[in-house]
């Protein structure tokens, strides 16, 4: 190998993208990692080389949790120094979970971690996974003047590189599956790769390291109308509560109604972090704009801007393992940590 030649760790995690049809098991089956060269001869380029790694046994990404994401940042973690670059295969369902997570929990990042899926397996003619991986890959060991191009935990999906906090998986079907819906791509990939520089997220931690102590006493509660105020209860209620998303309609409002005041009041007077995001697909919560936004506020929740619900869950999870409360929490959540939500003046308080 040449000493100028890129290294790249590509890491299985388990999903669609790692398996082939198995005619005698009647189903898919996940491809020995060890393997994969086999199955993507296009991996072998002049200019790189590329090692693999896999979880034992692969999984579902439906089973991921926090302990697969820190066992990931940890092989991430152990093997920084060795590698030019990541790229992590990951089922589609919560991948936009796990690249979230890991911008939180990875500090001082100088190297890409890329990661992708597929929607059909990388063994059927007509898979998107064999694209998905080389284009990550190519990402992945891309620099300019010596200084990896990407610096950051993003996710390659359909043609387009999206920071991984901005993620959502949005389709079942489409080949385009994973989206982002409050930002846009920081790459798209065409006849070349374009890279949209501006958009780059360039983390000022001086040194590289891991936070893994991730705090999972959280809940997430979408409203709806005519939700029962019992159920409310038994959520906020819960002994183990420490932090709570609330996804709001439309710019972050709520109904006006005095069981739900009572509730988050008492929630908050607990001492549990509440955060504020839109059920919509795309936008941002606007606290001040209408009255119905104002319970909220007068509860103590705090507004989560653009962020996915999926950054908010994360980040509350990472910030809650921090040890933050009250104005140290109310700081982190509103502002920017990896890239994750935009600064509308209307938030800043
Ligand atoms: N259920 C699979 C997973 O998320 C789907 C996929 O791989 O895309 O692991």
Redesign the pocket.
């Known amino acids: 190998m040449d000493e100028k030649d890129s290294r790249i760790l590509l890491v299985y995690t388990?999903?669609?993208?790692g398996s082939v049809k198995d005619v005698e098991a009647g189903g898919l089956v996940p491809i020995d990692f060890s393997e994969i060269h086999r199955h993507v001869p296009e991996l072998e380029q002049p200019g790189r080389s590329i090692e693999s790694a896999s979880f034992e046994p692969p999984?579902?990404?439906?089973n991921m949790g926090p302990e697969h994401w820190r066992l990931l940042a940890q092989i991430i973690r152990d093997h920084y120094e060795d590698f030019d670059g990541f790229v992590v295969l990951?089922?589609?369902?919560?991948?936009a979970y796990t690249a979230s997570a890991l911008s939180f929990m990875l500090e001082g990042l100088r190297k890409p971690i890329i990661l992708t899926?597929?929607?059909l397996p990388i063994g059927l003619p007509r898979t998107d996974g064999r694209e998905n991986l080389l284009a990550a890959v190519e990402i992945a060991a891309a620099s300019r003047f010596g200084e990896p191009i990407v610096q950051e935990v993003a996710v390659y999906f359909g043609s387009s590189l999206f920071r991984g906090n901005r993620t959502h998986k949005a389709s079942a079907e489409s080949m385009q599956?994973i989206i982002s819906p409050n930002f846009q791509s920081l790459a798209e990939a065409g006849v070349d790769i374009i890279y949209n520089d501006a958009q780059m997220f360039r983390d000022t931690t001086e040194e590289f390291g891991l936070f893994d102590t991730l705090d999972s006493d959280v809940a997430w509660l979408p409203l709806f109308p005519g939700q029962p105020a019992n159920l409310i209860r038994r959520i906020t209620e819960w002994p183990e509560l420490k932090g709570l998303v609330l996804s709001t309609f439309g710019s972050g409002n709520a109904p006006s109604n005095s069981a739900l005041k009572a509730a988050l009041s008492e929630a908050h007077d607990r001492g549990v972090v509440m955060v504020n995001v839109s059920q919509c697909g795309h936008g941002s919560v606007h606290p001040e704009r209408y009255a119905t936004a104002h319970l909220l506020r007068d509860c103590g929740v705090i507004p989560g801007g653009d962020m996915t619900t999926e950054a908010a869950l994360t980040k509350l999870m990472v910030s809650l393992g921090k040890g933050w409360r009250g104005e140290a929490m109310r700081a982190a959540m509103l502002g920017n940590m990896r890239g994750e939500l935009t600064r509308f003046s209307s938030l800043v308080s």
């Open positions: 388990g999903g669609t993208i999984i579902d990404s439906s990951h089922g589609t369902d919560t991948l899926g597929s929607q599956a």
